[in-house]
């Protein structure tokens, strides 16, 4: 049963401090997206890659987000320093890159900054 | 500027009625759309989805309804259960975006018996 698989699924850090959240996307998906939801929001997309290059990162604070894919199985998103208003859920999605495919979520991760 | 539109934040339909969500974008260039689902603590998971060349696709209970020219697609479930309670996003992919999806802020159905 193949699935996107995220790290940590809940997280509770101090304000300035460095977090850290990890993906494996399905095998054989050549895209990956990084989205965070709020009630606000909805959910928005931060940034993705197709074939661990970053396609667009428009979506992201650039000032503490940062986000990078080692190698095909790793996809991470870093927050540098983190802030209260960072407090949200992360999600990671993966797909085929095409028009007509879906992409699959992994169950997020919450983040919570006090 | 919201590209992909759900204006109704909750919906509450009774057990074996129809529940109707309602989605509107404003960019042309969309070609694709698709509808989630969304229980409590868990991911979105993909429900139904549809072409810009069709107006209508079905898939069991779930019907999704696409009008081009009034940019405005609907997702009917027929009969409702309780099990369909859930938040729906709807979403849609802008033609060579390559997969990117744009999503609306969800609708939350609830489904009483």
């Known amino acids: 049963d193949a699935r996107v698989t995220q790290t940590p699924r809940h997280k509770v850090t101090e304000m300035g401090q460095e977090v850290t959240m990890r993906c494996q996307p399905i095998l054989g998906h050549n895209t990956v997206f990084w989205y965070r939801q709020t009630m606000m929001q909805g959910l928005e997309l931060l940034a993705y890659?197709?074939?661990?290059?970053?396609?667009?990162d428009s979506g992201m604070p650039k000032d503490r987000f940062s986000a990078e894919m080692p190698d095909a199985t790793l996809a991470t998103l870093k927050i540098q320093p983190s802030e209260p208003r960072d407090s949200a859920v992360y999600f990671c999605?993966?797909?085929?890159?095409?028009?007509?495919?879906?992409?699959?979520f992994g169950e997020g991760s919450w983040l919570t900054v006090v | 500027d919201q590209q992909v539109k759900q204006n109704s934040p909750s919906l509450s339909v009774q057990e074996g009625r129809i529940s109707i969500l309602n989605c509107d974008y404003t960019n042309s260039m969309f070609d694709y759309f698709l509808w989630y689902k969304k229980y409590p603590a868990e991911g979105p998971t993909f429900l139904i989805s549809?072409?810009?060349?069709?107006d209508k696709n079905e898939d069991g209970r779930f019907t999704v309804f696409l009008n081009k020219s009034a940019k405005h697609l609907s997702l009917h479930i027929v009969p409702s259960q309780p099990g369909d309670s859930a938040v729906y996003f709807c979403?849609?992919?802008?033609?060579?975006?390559?997969?990117?999806?744009?999503f609306g802020k969800g609708t939350k159905l609830s489904v009483k018996p």
């Open positions: 979403a849609a992919n802008r033609r060579g975006s390559q997969g990117n999806l744009i």
């Open positions: 999605a993966s797909g085929l890159g095409t028009a007509g495919n879906t992409i699959y």
């Open positions: 549809i072409s810009s060349i069709k």
């Open positions: 890659f197709r074939n661990r290059a970053p396609l667009d």
